[in-house]
């Protein structure tokens, strides 16, 4: 079982950057593919970037350019790096841990959630 804890969030300017970070615990956290999930208020969650066991990258088209995932697996930390934040970025930001045969990119393909961290971008 894997246990994630966002941080890094908080409220920033339009234009601003924001790194965010998930820890896990446990020593499998190698194995995981992990994936970010953001969900604005009023609105369904939404997929972000997963960033998978072997390094791949993989970005909701509108994320691209603007974020980057990454991971340490020596700390056993994921980051989404956000650039260029605009209001629209509003939303509690989630990172989650799959074991999934393929590529996970839907949320039903992961297994282990963290709590959440609120990003708000003021105009």
């Known amino acids: 079982q894997v246990q994630l804890v966002e941080s890094g969030g908080g409220l920033v300017q339009a234009g601003d950057s924001l790194t965010l970070s998930c820890a896990a615990s446990g020593r499998t956290f190698g194995r995981y593919h992990m994936g970010w999930f953001r969900q604005a208020p009023g609105k369904e969650q939404g997929f972000v970037a997963t960033?998978?066991?072997?390094?791949?990258?993989y970005y909701e088209d509108t994320m691209k350019g603007r974020f980057t995932i990454s991971r340490d697996d020596a700390k056993n930390t994921a980051y989404l790096q956000m650039n260029s934040l605009k209001p629209e970025d509003t939303a509690v930001y989630y990172c989650a841990a799959s074991t999934y045969i393929d590529i996970p990119k839907r949320s039903n393909q992961f297994t282990y959630w963290g709590q959440g961290t609120q990003v708000t971008v003021s105009s």
């Open positions: 960033i998978t066991n072997g390094g791949l990258t």
